[in-house]
Nanobody, 120 residues
């Protein structure tokens, strides 16, 4: 299983970016899909998560600005980021909890990370 993240880049404060993360390979079922981020010198933190039922949860710091969504037919999770702030600058990682066959337990898989830089 591979997770391929894309969509990062350089944007001015107040701007928008849309991140994508597509899962491929031997996939039986995907449970939760989650975006994390890690800023320089800081620990990785959860940004937003979307379980298989489509409900969503966000870190307080991004509520009202970021929207997580998923396309189950494409095994893809998105993160629409609006009103970006310099403090949103970080490497963003996608995570998916995946069952590769009906007989295996769920495992966590990670994307390679995509850099988001917000200039002031």
């Amino acid at each position: 299983v591979q997770l391929q993240a894309s969509g990062g880049g350089l944007v001015q404060a107040g701007g928008s970016l849309r991140l994508s993360c597509a899962a491929s390979g031997s996939i039986f079922e995907i449970n939760s899909m989650t975006w994390y981020r890690q800023a320089p010198g800081k620990q990785r933190e959860l940004v937003a998560t979307i379980p298989s039922d489509g409900s969503t949860n966000y870190a307080d710091s991004v509520k009202g600005r970021f929207t997580i969504s998923r396309d189950n037919a494409k095994n893809t999770v998105y993160l629409q980021m609006n009103s970006l702030k310099p403090e949103d600058t970080a490497v963003y990682y996608c995570n998916a909890r995946i069952q590769t066959t009906a007989f295996n337990p769920y495992r966590d898989f990670w994307g390679q990370g995509t850099l988001v830089t917000v200039s002031s």
